[in-house]
């Protein structure tokens, strides 16, 4: 089954942008039947969905976030990034990347999350 | 977007069945068959428990079952378990092409 990893600076300052990288194994990044994804979920509060990326050209975004993130893929290190400019402290949160899988329309995989503080 | 709308908390006792709703609009839950389910324990990442409506993966109790009605999906756990004490999240396909997720409800098994 495909494991994934996060990783990334656990602090971010204000106005500074926030990236993160997920690691996939046990399964390839070039494989057809996932989107990759963000999600995120800030200390005693909801998920919400931050954006996937199915190719380097295939991406969407929540509209509400849309003007700051950006994803791309590594197909040679099997690896997705995320990056999120002029962050505020409210995106500090608990980043989680995750398959989205094409055929059930459902995250199936998780990582195990990665807390980001954004404070000066 | 707006967050789909789910009660921010249900109880049961244990071998009790309980339901847990999700509403949202014609340009999600109820324009889709896509909706799904998640169940987060303290700390711990979502584990997926029941996608495209009804339909529950592998290795989930089939004590588990969704089903939607117009623009409201539902999760019904029956024979309630001390193990089943966790927070739910649902999550929509929207016309957008976009995802988007319930408020959370918290479930306490009294």
């Known amino acids: 089954q495909v494991q994934l990893q996060e990783s990334g600076p656990g602090l971010v300052k204000p106005s500074q942008t926030l990236s993160l990288t997920c690691t996939v194994s046990d399964g390839s990044i070039s494989s057809g039947s996932y989107y990759w994804s963000w999600i995120r979920q800030p200390a005693g509060k909801g998920l919400e969905w931050i954006g996937r990326?199915?190719?380097?050209?295939?991406?969407n975004f929540n509209p509400s976030l849309k003007s700051r993130v950006t994803m791309s893929i590594d197909t040679s290190k099997n690896q997705f990034s995320l990056k999120l400019s002029s962050v505020t402290a409210a995106d500090t949160a608990v980043y989680y990347c995750?398959?989205?899988?094409?055929?059930?329309?459902?995250?199936?995989?998780w990582g195990q999350g990665t807390l980001v503080t954004v404070s000066s | 977007q707006s967050a789909l709308t789910q009660p921010a908390s249900v109880s049961g006792s244990p071998g009790q069945s309980i339901t847990i709703s999700c509403t949202g609009t014609s340009s999600d839950v109820g324009g889709y068959n896509y909706v799904s389910w998640y169940q987060q324990h303290p700390a711990k990442a979502p584990k997926l428990m029941i996608y495209e409506v009804s339909n529950r993966p592998s290795g989930v109790s089939n004590r588990f079952s969704g089903s939607k009605s117009g623009n409201t999906a539902s999760l019904t756990i029956s024979g309630l378990q001390a193990e089943d004490e966790a927070d739910y999240f649902c999550l929509s396909y929207t016309s957008s092409n976009t995802l988007v997720f319930g408020g959370g409800t918290k479930l306490t098994v009294l």
């Open positions: 990326i199915y190719t380097s050209w295939s991406t």
């Open positions: 995750a398959t989205y899988r094409r055929d059930l329309r459902s995250f199936d995989y």
